[in-house]
């Protein structure tokens, strides 16, 4: 696999993820004796042996999918392999947290299932579900999967076993690509520009989906790849999951454009004869989301709302910090505006049957966000910082004892800091953190007061041999950035870090922790390098957005002393825009036209996208007329040459 493209998610995209490891020029340890030990007193602390979840988890299998390899478009790559999934199972090895090992063999359970009559899942083909609501006339599908390969065989599949349907709709609950990404599997998107197919989507999806891996996009991409263990081996001692589903699917990754957009809770559609109420959840998981409910059918759709695990109000691979308390009130609303629901089903894990049930998981869902924000609070009003509510441990019983409010993807260690960052920003308010030394200078700096690079290593192995593997990276890291040549320090970092990612209960520390070690151990590897820029997500960008992304692109520091004003006209809508660099900044503004550019063009949005997406150049565009440009041309090679084209996969363990 070469390159993909993440979300908003992420999926991210979302992350878009992948399955498969090149191989590894420096093998991974066996759990010591210490991880072994807490391992298995962990699991002793829980009752893992409870089979509800198991029950629900397998409720309804009808079939599950002839064809384990799945095939990407266009060769070269796999869209999907089951199989790799396999060694998940009987007891957990000491290379693995027993309740993230539950969590995972859970997540293994895959097939078409029956949630009940009218309503199919299809579950464990990739991160998230795809819905599949019978209506009068065809198939309505809520969440088309990550890529249109496991869309259209997911699909196939269903409509050999549960008889032939047109889609006659698609829902997509929220703006990450693990739920709109398979779209183009499952529709033409003639059918939906025509209104044959109705597409359904929360206000602000649009702007949701592309926005959130635009401007900060490199960033989170290079970052998903440790929160998601893209590069690690699926086995006992890599990768074993996500907590919140396996991985997602690779291949292709489209979106189409909806013509039909829900505002307010409360609004009731009729959807292909199926009735549906809809209530808002914007700001809780995703910026654009919400849930609905089929009264017809008694049957309550969460999205991404309510899962099976802690979410992220934080999430590792960075976004904009989640709204605890909005979250918290948007699933409290469930309990009064549709208490008759007998069954809850959901974008990610298994459904809840039972009114009794689906009240007592909503309740705890809300109680576990609620608790999150005012925990967090509580302890910031009482003077502790950041860094301290990271060690935070109480937790309510009754939360700790629910499987689905445990970490397994969220954690209460990164998620109180969430919140606390949400409302207090990075500083913890004391003037010795205000002005930090270089990460490199520092590092130097406390080596050398540790007595030296030998001296810290020394100290790295006498804690690793004692299990005191958190204080063994936090003095360890000191020294890798102070001497990133020192072999010797990078083993023993990546030794510590591989312990605690097989201690850790949730799926994306762990895969964070043994990315790390990978890394310091081999360096990051090239073929694993993530793009946001699919060619439906570029050009769903909005122009204003295109432009402010060139302008982060800017190297500001080489363009300082130029000035520069660009007019743009677009040829298939007549918009306009005034482009100016002034003080290393390149402001951009709609309908604002410049008396005396330097230079002015003319073309169409799509001849913009072809040069964005490499399908053509410059001198191409001008050449076959699709590009008009008047004024000195010089001036956009002064400007462009500035314009950087980010590392994706700058360093994070090491300078």
Not at 251 to 274: F, H, K, M, R, W
Not at 289 to 305: G, N, Q, S, T
Not at 366 to 391: I, P
Not at 420 to 442: H, K, M
Request: glycine residues 8%.
């Amino acid at each position: 696999m070469n390159k993909i493209s993440y979300r908003r998610d992420a999926l991210a995209v979302a992350a878009a993820l992948v399955f498969a490891n090149a191989g590894a020029a420096s093998a991974p340890l066996p759990a010591s004796s210490h991880t072994a030990q807490a391992n298995k007193a962990f699991g002793a602390a829980l009752p893992l042996s409870d089979q509800q979840d198991f029950q629900d988890a397998r409720r309804g299998l009808i079939a599950t999918l002839p064809e384990r390899l799945i095939k990407a478009d266009g060769g070269g790559k796999n869209a999907w392999d089951g199989a790799r999934f396999d060694f998940i199972d009987g007891d957990a090895p000491d290379t693995v947290n027993p309740s993230l090992w539950r969590q995972e063999k859970l997540n293994n359970q895959h097939g078409l299932f029956k949630v009940m009559d009218g309503i199919y899942q299809v579950r464990g083909y990739d991160i998230s579900n795809m819905t599949l609501i019978a209506g009068k006339q065809g198939w309505i599908v809520v969440d088309p999967l990550t890529s249109v390969e496991m869309a259209r065989a997911t699909l196939e599949f269903a409509q050999q076993t549960l008889g032939r349907r047109p889609v006659t709709a698609v829902i997509y609950t929220h703006g990450h690509v693990d739920h709109f990404g398979g779209i183009r599997g499952i529709v033409e998107e003639a059918d939906v520009r025509s209104g044959k197919i109705r597409v359904i989507v929360p206000e602000g999806f649009m702007e949701s989906a592309v926005a959130e891996n635009v401007l900060a996009g490199n960033a989170m991409s290079r970052r998903a790849l440790y929160q998601f263990g893209i590069t690690l081996p699926w086995n006992r001692q890599g990768t074993v999951g996500t907590g919140l589903g396996k991985t997602g699917s690779t291949g292709n990754y489209s979106l189409i454009a909806p013509n039909e957009v829900v505002s307010q809770s409360g609004q009731e559609l009729t959807v292909d004869g199926v009735r549906m109420v809809f209530q808002m959840a914007n700001g809780s998981e995703a910026p654009s989301e919400f849930m609905f409910y089929l009264p017809d059918l008694k049957a309550l759709c969460f999205a991404e709302v309510l899962n099976q695990n802690m979410h992220n109000i934080y999430t590792l691979r960075g976004a904009k910090v989640r709204d605890a308390l909005g979250w918290s009130k948007y699933i409290n609303q469930l309990l009064d505006a549709f208490p008759d629901a007998e069954v809850g089903f959901r974008s990610h894990h298994w459904p809840v049957w039972g009114k009794d049930r689906v009240r007592g998981h909503i309740v705890n869902q809300r109680d576990m966000y609620r608790f999150l924000h005012d925990e967090a609070l509580r302890l910031a009003n009482s003077g502790m910082t950041m860094d301290d509510l990271a060690n935070a441990s109480y937790y309510p019983k009754a939360l700790r004892n629910d499987f689905s409010t445990r970490g397994y993807y969220g954690t209460l260690s990164h998620n109180l800091r969430g919140v606390y960052n949400f409302y207090l920003g990075f500083y913890d308010g004391n003037p010795a953190t205000l002005n930090p030394l270089p990460r490199v200078e520092s590092a130097r700096r406390y080596v050398a007061a540790l007595g030296g690079g030998a001296a810290v290593l020394a100290k790295m192995k006498d804690a690793h041999a004692k299990g005191e593997y958190r204080w063994a990276v936090e003095i360890g890291n000191y020294l890798v950035f102070a001497e990133p040549d020192n072999k010797a320090g990078r083993e023993q970092q990546a030794a510590s870090l591989e312990q605690l990612g097989y201690q850790a209960e949730s799926g994306i520390w762990r895969n964070a922790y043994l990315t790390a070690a990978q890394e310091l151990r081999n360096g990051a590897d090239k073929k694993f390098a993530l793009s946001t820029q699919s060619p439906d997500l570029v050009r769903a960008l909005p122009m204003e957005m295109l432009f402010d992304f060139l302008a982060v692109r800017l190297n500001h520091e080489k363009a300082d002393g130029l000035s520069v004003g660009i007019n743009v006209r677009f040829t298939d809508n007549g918009d306009r825009y005034a482009l100016e660099l002034s003080n290393s900044v390149l402001h951009n503004t709609k309908g604002r036209e410049l008396k005396q550019p330097d230079v002015s063009l003319e073309l169409a949005q799509a001849t913009l996208f072809k040069l964005l997406l490499k399908q053509a150049t410059l001198p191409q565009l001008m050449q076959s007329g699709e590009l008009k440009v008047a004024g000195d041309p010089k001036v956009l090679g002064a400007l462009f040459s500035n314009i950087e084209t980010f590392d994706p996969l700058f360093p994070i363990v090491t300078p």
